[in-house]
């Protein structure tokens, strides 16, 4: 019999657990039925189990007509044949009635599918389980959504009800291949590397500079904790501590608000060595990568390319290039130079003046200079263009017919900001009608290296902020303008890139108090006294050290190509940062704060409400 569309997904899992598990680990393949009294799981049946009595559970998937259904579990769909005999009345009667969704205990005989109804499609399809006995465990009420995978249901449904969203085919995948990566990098790295793996604490102390922490009230009047934006703090001093190679699973906390595709707590694969400099965490990572990296999703070629902060922001106008296609920024001021165009004389007249274009090839549905099939150029700029001008620009660009291209002309770092989103938002046009440009099935690794260590804050320029964080030491070679002009100072801090997102950042660490000191009071005007403890610490000895951090939600999410960091996280929060399923944050009684010495001042709309 054929399988209806919504089985698909499942009915073409090849034992889920089992075939992850194949692609993720050396080690033998693990047993699933220990410890339970199920015989089999509903992916494991073949031909080669014809005659054996089994025990199966699982949820009921599909019922017809009272003949048979279909029931799933972790590992695939079995079918089963309800038996219509007046001896197995009762059976028939259980499982004809049982709602979709219920759950099943059902034991029964291994068969072959009569000629002609196997199901090539899917790994059990060469049998069925005729059923002899069968219990319902738990009977499933109304369900708010049907669990199928293809029907769209609103993410905030899913996301109430997010114990049935998991058990969705494509939530199970994608939790199950984010436990295999996992397993891999811990092997990697404790097993053949000699890491250690070490928890730090969740409640901590305010971190100067970066993003903004969660406060946690303490029983102290006035005194609160706070959760750690990352173990930064900790896993340096670990290394003060001799602990020389350090890794955790780390959960992170960062109250940044409403964002797109941001959790106010996220996972870090957060590592820490010791005597280790730039290029030894660089060749650590691709090897970790390459180890950990799923098989179904092809292999990892190292070492990974590598570039400038400013190569990236000049070629691509972002320190997080997509290098899976091209159009690429060209500067072109040189050649209207020497045009008597006044809004182009006026943006070079500026210092770091300048004109920039990229050139969207087939992009002659979006706009502005087109090249015509005769040869010349559709655009505003003509008139200032003679035909020899024309030609040379065509040129210069590498236009071919109906290519578009984007000018931008002012200051170096927004001309290449503004034309790095036009380059994106391009490709998403071409994209949409019908190019493909970025094939998600392609993985393009990247690191981006010298990154200034100060940039202005965005707020006010004129103070400094640390690119990265304040720990990161400067570029040795640039070590001493640290004390004479710290914004030409590069630093010591990567970034990993993956098809446009950053996966990673980490740096090279200031492991001097003195220079440790300077850069906290002198240049960040932070409060040293908050960091008294790590400023003690480097002074004891502390060796040189570096490390880094890869975001694993996001490299999950990029692996298996889900649209949102949330589709690989089995509990997430809202985009307002609500857990939808238990409503938190809740409020709390006045009681209960007491003893934290608060008391919340309502704003006077809610406390209306809260009095009506
Ligand atoms: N703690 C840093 C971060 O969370 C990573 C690092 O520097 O190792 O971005």
Redesign the pocket.
């Known amino acids: 019999m054929a399988l209806p569309r919504l089985l698909r997904l499942w009915a073409r899992a090849p034992g889920l657990g089992r075939a992850l598990h194949r692609a993720g680990s050396a080690s033998v393949a693990p047993d699933f039925n220990s410890f339970v009294t199920r015989t089999n799981t509903c992916g494991e049946l073949r031909s080669a189990h014809v005659g054996q009595e089994v025990t199966l559970y699982g949820w009921i998937q599909y019922q017809r007509q009272g003949l048979f259904l279909v029931l799933r579990d972790f590992q695939g769909l079995t079918q089963v044949i309800i038996p219509q005999d007046e001896a197995h009345s009762h059976v028939k009667q259980l499982l004809s009635n049982a709602p979709v969704e219920s759950v099943v205990r059902v034991t029964g005989i291994v068969s072959p599918r009569p000629p002609g109804q196997e199901n090539l499609k899917m790994p059990t399809g060469d049998i069925e389980v005729k059923a002899e006995t069968a219990e319902i465990l738990n009977s499933c009420k109304k369900l708010p959504f049907e669990i199928k995978d293809f029907i769209k249901k609103s993410e905030a449904l899913r996301m109430q009800y997010r114990y049935l969203d998991l058990r969705s085919y494509q939530l199970q995948y994608n939790l199950r291949l984010r436990s295999q990566i996992v397993m891999r990098m811990r092997e990697y790295l404790c097993n053949l590397h000699g890491f250690v793996d070490v928890e730090t604490p969740t409640l901590f102390k305010r971190t100067p500079g970066g993003a903004k922490e969660f406060l946690v009230p303490s029983r102290e009047a006035g005194k609160f904790y706070s959760l750690p ?4 703090q900790f ?1 340096q001093l670990l290394m003060v501590g001799g602990l020389d190679r350090y890794f955790q699973v780390a959960r ?1 906390y960062r109250d940044e608000g409403s964002r797109p595709d941001r959790q106010p707590e996220f996972t ?1 694969i ?3 060595m010791s005597f280790v400099d730039q290029a030894g965490i660089q060749r650590l990572i691709e090897g970790l990568l390459q180890y950990s990296w799923p098989e179904e999703r092809g292999c990892v070629t190292t070492p990974f390319p590598s570039m400038t902060y400013e190569e990236a922001l000049a070629e691509y106008g972002t320190d997080k290039p997509d290098t899976r296609f091209g159009m690429k920024i060209m500067d072109i001021s040189d050649f209207l130079r020497r045009l008597d165009i006044q809004f182009v004389q006026n943006a070079l007249s500026y210092p770091r003046g300048t004109v920039k274009a990229i050139c969207i090839p087939q992009g002659a549905e979006i706009m502005e200079i087109i090249r015509r099939p005769d040869g010349s150029l559709k655009s505003l700029l003509t008139k200032f263009l003679g035909e020899k001008q024309q030609s040379e620009l065509i040129q210069a660009l590498n236009m071919q017919v109906d290519d578009v291209v984007l000018l931008a002309a002012g200051e170096h770092k927004q001309v290449c900001s503004a034309l790095g989103s036009l380059r994106l938002e391009s490709a998403d046009i071409l994209e949409a009608a019908g190019l493909v440009l970025r094939d998600p099935a392609t993985f393009h690794f990247l690191w981006v290296v010298d990154f200034p260590l100060f940039l202005p804050k965005e707020e006010n320029p004129t103070e400094l902020e640390s690119a ?2 304040p ?2 030491a400067p570029h040795p070679s640039d070590t001493n303008l640290l004390y004479s002009d710290p914004t030409k100072v590069r630093s010591q801090h990567y970034d990993l890139v993956l098809n446009g997102s950053e996966v990673g ?3 090279i660490r200031i492991h001097s108090a003195e220079q440790q000191r300077f850069v906290l009071e002198k240049v960040l005007k932070e409060d040293s006294e908050v960091l008294s403890h790590l400023l003690e610490a480097l002074e004891f000895g502390a060796p040189p050290h570096g ?3 890869l975001g694993l939600d996001r490299l999950i999410s990029l692996i298996v190509d889900a649209p949102s960091i949330r589709d690989v996280i089995a509990f997430p929060k809202s985009f307002r940062g609500r857990d939808l399923m238990g409503s938190a944050p809740d409020y709390v009684t006045p009681e209960e704060l007491e003893p934290y010495h608060i008391q919340v001042s309502w704003p006077l709309a809610e406390k209306e409400a809260k009095q009506s």
Not at 229 to 232: F, I, L, N, R
């Open positions: 934006q990352s173990p930064q896993k992170c870090q957060d590592i820490e990265h964080h720990f990161t950042g980490g740096s490390g880094i951090a």
